[in-house]
Nanobody, 123 residues
């Protein structure tokens, strides 16, 4: 089994930045894709960003493209989401996920999920 723990969330003013981390433990594999999803109160969970197993391709939701950057460090079993120019509508619980299926922009492609970390952006 794989366990994921997100960290780095918090309260930030609009225009500010946060860096989220996702630490993996257990039977991890370098073949896993890494995804980030978020869920705001009263809304469905939505795709944010993903990076493939080799780190050669990334995908971003239209709402975050140009502001967020996804990365990974397979040697450290860690994934990251750098969030810049944050907006109030970015407020949500952010989840990281690992999986080996396709397509990587869909929740169904992921087998392992973290507990989430709260990001709150004030105006």
């Amino acid at each position: 089994q794989v366990q994921l723990v997100e960290s780095g969330g918090g309260l930030v003013q609009a225009g500010g930045s946060l860096r989220l981390s996702c630490a993996a433990s257990g039977r991890t594999s370098r073949s896993y894709n890494v995804g980030w999803f978020r869920q705001a109160p009263g809304k469905e969970r939505e795709f944010v960003a993903a990076i493939n197993w080799s780190g050669t391709r990334t995908n971003y939701a239209d709402s975050v493209r140009g502001r967020f950057t996804i990365s990974r460090d397979s040697a450290k079993n860690a994934g990251y989401l750098q969030m810049n120019s944050l907006k109030p509508e970015d407020t949500a619980v952010y989840y990281c996920a690992l999986g080996s299926a396709q397509p990587i922009v869909q929740m169904g492609a992921y087998d392992y999920w973290g507990q989430g970390t709260q990001v709150t952006v004030s105006s």
